[in-house]
């Protein structure tokens, strides 16, 4: 008995030791997972924000807490990179946006994630909730008996920018076009564009850098911020504008209020219209204004070119008039001019180059004129100007380039007579035609006899065939009958299947340029997979439960965790893909591999 107690006695320090050295361990990864609220004390008619934030860690499988008595109105999350002296440090918070069901003090337990290996949890949050500090409205009902879709609009924005309200006619507008939102948004569609009535539109292709999720101040808050798409539009006409607003469907996940420790949600679609605009288009100068002016407002390059100088009858000379520059080029238009009566000119071929790739729409425009001399001599062409409203200067600008003396070897042409010249107008337009080739010797050449039917093999394939399978197909129904009448086996059998289908359509999209339905692709295949693989009900779908069912279904750790980084990756990339430091390709092979890893334990296991 002496013996244990003195064993004992020696142990219990030990112990009290392995158990400090954890404690710190846990703590020192604590450090780097850190629960935070905006507020202590939260009013009955508003929110409260909490944020779980993981620091310079390689974090896996957070998992948020139960938030009872608080309803989540849904979250967002965000990621940041900071290089100061030569160091970097990372962060990626999760967002909460709480409204409180009653008063009272709550403690907010804490959140749990995977750090370096580890379980980590963050410290809990102390929270008292007061009463509502503004009035109920007239019919009784106070802001907290609100409908769910209303309260998801007091965080979700359309917003339509324009770089100006008042500008000059045929000056162009920049209307950019965000998505402020601090819920959690799982897709939308565009179900109304505006009109443009009295407007020249042209979409500006964005890039991935410009479409990539950003944070910014709105009404006073921190919202997530998405820039999905821009309109250059260049007035027609002068006069006071209301611009209708943009309509979009989004479907937004809100988390359901049970006693499960897994969260579970359920999908909202709500429609968001953006706000009106007004636009006020003045009038350009009347001063100043040449008499060749035919609408050109911007900054513009002016180039005239003949292909030469000298020539003969009936041999065709050609001009180019080149206009390049920042402005309205589709309303671009040259003056005319008026060539020797000695001349036939052709309608132009006019060659238009629009680059959208910029804030501000610009190009150029190229008029190509086929000119027949119809008569010899020499002839002296005509000036060719341009005119244009530079926005800069608010002044008209002119550009001259002088016509050249042109000559024609051959007859001179008397009483501008064009019957007797060697080329009519409707043959030079043939010259362009192409005539194809009619083989006239071919020959057709009877098919040889064939033997006789009954003696090849193939009859007798074509004839047993048939009847072979009529004995074999019953067998075949017999062994299979009683697996297939089960629903949830076949979606099972068919899960690979159906998730390969998606990828090749994702594939299909990777060069696209549309990149919302590259990634939405690849996020419903893994869905999809999971979904039709274990069973799992549409309106169940969460990570966090995908997690748990992996687990309950023997799945490796290191291929639960690698679905877990990947849904992350993939949802983020639907509305910022600049952020997933990973390319489409890249995280296109990764949900393949992924998948088919998953496909090959549940088949080893089996």
């Not at 197909?473 to 979606?491: E, T, W």
Request: charged residues 25%; glycine residues 4%; proline residues 5%.
């Amino acid at each position: 008995m002496k013996t244990v107690e003195r064993q004992l006695f020696f142990l219990q320090p030990m112990m009290m030791i392995m158990l400090l050295l954890g404690s710190f361990s846990v703590m020192a990864q604590s450090d780097n997972f850190i629960a935070t609220a905006n507020r202590s004390e939260v009013p009955m008619d508003a929110t409260l924000q909490v944020t779980y934030t993981i620091s310079n860690a390689n974090a896996k499988a957070f998992t948020p807490p139960n938030f009872t008595p608080f309803e989540s109105l849904g979250q967002s999350t965000s990621s940041s990179m900071n290089f100061i002296n030569g160091k970097m440090s990372q962060s990626k918070s999760y967002i909460f946006t709480l409204r409180p069901t009653q008063e009272g003090s709550f403690t907010i337990p804490p959140a749990g994630a995977i750090i370096d290996g580890k379980n980590v949890k963050t410290n809990p949050i102390e929270v008292k909730v007061v009463a509502a500090t503004s009035s109920q409205n007239n019919g009784g009902n106070s802001s907290n008996n609100k409908d769910i879709k209303d309260q998801i609009k007091d965080y979700l924005f359309l917003r339509a920018i324009p770089s100006k309200t008042s500008i000059y006619e045929g000056e162009q507008i920049t209307l950019s076009y965000k998505i402020l939102y601090r819920v959690d948004i799982r897709d939308y569609s565009i179900v109304k564009t505006p009109s443009y009535d009295g407007f020249l539109s042209h979409d500006i292709e964005l890039s991935d850098d410009k479409r990539a999720r950003k944070i910014e101040d709105f009404n006073g808050q921190q919202y997530n911020s998405i820039l999905f798409k821009q309109d250059a539009i260049f007035p027609t006409k002068p006069g006071s504008y209301t611009l209708d607003p943009m309509e979009a469907e989004f479907i937004v996940a809100v988390p359901r209020q049970t006693n499960s420790w897994f969260q579970q949600y359920e999908q909202h679609k709500v429609d968001v219209p953006s706000n009106a605009l007004k636009i006020n288009v003045k009038p350009l100068p009347l001063a100043g204004k040449p008499a060749n002016f035919t609408g050109a407002v911007g900054k513009f390059d002016f180039s005239v070119e003949y292909d030469k100088t000298e020539t003969k009858v009936d041999d065709p000379i050609t001009l180019k008039v080149k206009i390049s520059g920042n402005g309205n080029i589709k309303l671009l238009d040259i003056p005319d001019f008026e060539l020797p009566q000695s001349f036939e000119v052709y309608d132009p071929k006019i060659d238009e180059v629009i680059s959208k790739k910029s804030y501000t729409i610009g190009g150029s425009k190229t008029y190509e004129y086929l000119i027949i001399p119809r008569g010899g001599g020499e002839f002296q062409f005509p000036d060719i100007n341009f005119s244009y409203f530079d926005l800069a200067s608010e002044q008209y600008v002119s550009k001259n380039f002088p016509g050249p003396l042109v000559k024609v070897e051959g007859e001179a042409l008397e009483n501008n007579n064009f019957s007797n010249t060697g080329i009519s107008k409707e043959e030079i337009e043939l010259l362009s035609s192409d005539i194809k080739f009619i083989k006239t010797n071919a020959k057709l050449k009877a098919a040889s006899s064939s033997k006789n039917l009954i003696t090849k093999p193939i009859f007798h394939v074509l004839t047993w065939l048939p009847l072979l399978m009529a004995l074999l197909l019953p067998l075949i129904n017999s062994k299979h009958k009683k697996l297939y009448s089960d629903a949830v086996y076949v979606k099972g059998k068919k899960a690979h299947k159906e998730a390969a289908k998606r990828m090749n359509l994702a594939k299909k999209l990777l060069s696209s340029g549309d990149d919302k339905a590259f990634y939405n692709e690849i996020v419903k295949s893994i869905w999809g997979y999971l979904a039709d693989r274990f069973n799992i009900e549409s309106a169940d779908l969460s990570k966090t439960n995908a997690v748990k069912i992996l687990t309950q279904n023997g799945i490796s750790d290191n291929l639960i965790t690698d679905t877990a980084m990947l849904i992350d990756d993939c949802e983020m990339a639907v509305y910022a893909p600049s952020a997933i430091g990973k390319s489409k390709t890249e995280l296109l092979l990764k949900a393949e591999e992924l998948i088919q890893n998953l496909e090959k334990e549940i088949k080893s296991r089996s």
